[in-house]
């Protein structure tokens, strides 16, 4: 069995800056395992055609890992899964691959972690498992039954030939926004199911020359300039995002004006105009999709899929559509996490029986019931305005703060007054946004508690002023300025230091 002090799952954005910030602070027992073949998240598991990220590069990575080659604006998902892989080398974090965690529970003096490569006992576990791992399937009577491929844009089979082929896509968010382009431009005919519409809004995306790649690497003081830059554009956005009535009147018509200036067909652009506010739903961001659906090559279908008889596909309005391929771009169970279920606290208790009615926490990062647990990337921890590598490494902050407080042996168990008044305050702030109130269903929301679970409702900039506010005594038997009231009585040794692999070269 191996024996850690920290016990970090999943080797996404959110496992490797855990690692980095508990390497910076000097804690190097630690392990990262990842049930894949690759550290990269989201980023290794979406390979469909088209995949980038919709942040700008410059801003979606670590701040003390700046990169000078990104290709342009924004980075597709190959260069963000590779710059993944050249830090976690660069730091010798060297992930055990192929390891899943199977069940993970509080022995009372620590946890016990199952995988599938062996035990793990851990004095603090950090869940970095992200939110957009599990695909969300439809139930749709008769989809099983296609007559031909079928798959999840999260799963691409790469095998399938694209060129002259009649492929139906369902759905119209993010991930269909990238697809639908790159899909005409291969030669296939798109047949869109659209439930929903969604504001969209200029990428305006550009590639960088060589000599501007040149110029980020012989300056990082520029490219720290150009960092912070984006980041206060993307602060801007929240107004927008979150209602505020002026900034968010002033998008909808940049909006407006850009589904106007792309789709000359009055009729098709009706279908294509959302009837809720902007900001309700992920605001989306394409250069392209707008003329992709306008061409002869996209059929769009504004209801969403019904049934599936064979080849032919039967929309909610009554069409029937024929179909070679069928891919769902129907995104993800975010707010029913599926590792929920294999993690026990005190009582026998399981996170998924704990977030029955939606996710709550302290802090975004610490749950009740949950002695030394910490969740990345989950409750409350989400953007809609800015980029949510920001918010990994704030967290990841919040948690090297927090075991540098804790004693030797300490379980530090959330008080659960702290994780409601801390529930309370999101409701609060979410109440009059548009997430909540704009007419529209959104994955934002938990739909047993009708609770903002995913998203923080404030800035980053608020996310880490709360932050710092939290000063211990969110944690049972803390007094203020976060330590233990009284010592503990059988103080724990601690575990050996997992030996830090060498360090590997990073690939050009």
Known sequence: MTRVEVAIVGAGFAG????????????????????????????????????????????????????????????????????????????????????????????????????????????????????????????IPGLEGFAGPLFHSARWDHSVELAGARIAVVGTGASAVQLVPELVRRGAHVTLFQRTPAWIVPRDAHAYTAEQ?????????????????????????????????????????????HLAAQVGDPAL???LTPDYAFGCKRVLLSDDFYPAVASDDVTLEPSALAGVEGSTLVAAGGARHDADVLVLATGFASTRQPYAELVRGEHGTTLAAHWADGMTSFGSTVVAGFPN?????????????????????????????????????????????AEEGYTREIAAAAASTPWMTGGCRN??????????????PGTVAAFRERLARADGTEFAGRT??????????????RPPVEPRPARVPAQA
């Open 373 to 417: 647990l910490f969740v990345l990337d989950g409750p409350n921890a989400a953007l809609g305005h800015n980029s949510s590598v920001l918010m990994i490494e704030e967290q990841a902050a919040y948690v090297v703060r927090t075991l540098d407080g804790r004693a030797p042996g300490e379980a530090l168990r959330v008080r659960p007054e």
């Open 16 to 139: 490797i800056g855990m690692a980095l910030a508990l390497r910076r602070a000097g804690r190097e027992s630690f392990v990262v395992i990842e049930r894949g073949s690759s550290v990269g998240g989201t980023w290794r598991d979406n390979t469909y055609p088209g995949v980038a990220c919709d942040v700008p590069s410059h801003l979606y990575g670590f701040a003390s890992h700046p990169n000078p080659d990104w290709s342009g604006l924004y980075a597709r998902g190959d260069e963000i899964r590779a710059y993944l892989e050249r830090v976690a080398a660069d730091e010798g974090i060297a992930p055990r691959l192929h390891t899943a965690m199977t069940s993970a529970h509080w022995t009372g003096e620590a946890w016990h972690i199952d995988t599938t490569t062996g035990a793990i006992e851990a004095e603090a576990l950090v869940l970095a498992c992200g939110r957009l791992t599990e695909p969300a399937v439809p139930d």
């Open 480 to 493: 203020t300025g976060g330590r233990p009231a009284a010592a503990p009585q059988r103080p724990a040794p």
């Open 443 to 456: 994955w934002y929301v938990d739909e047993r508690s009708g609770r903002l679970t995913l998203l923080w």
């Open 213 to 257: 790649r040149t110029a980020f690497a012989d300056d990082p003081a520029a490219l720290r300039a150009l960092r912070a830059d984006l980041y206060r554009e993307g602060e801007a956005r929240f107004a927008s995002r979150s209602g505020d009535p002026d900034a968010a009147a002033a998008a909808r018509v940049v909006a407006e004006e």
């Open 269 to 271: 652009r009706a279908a």
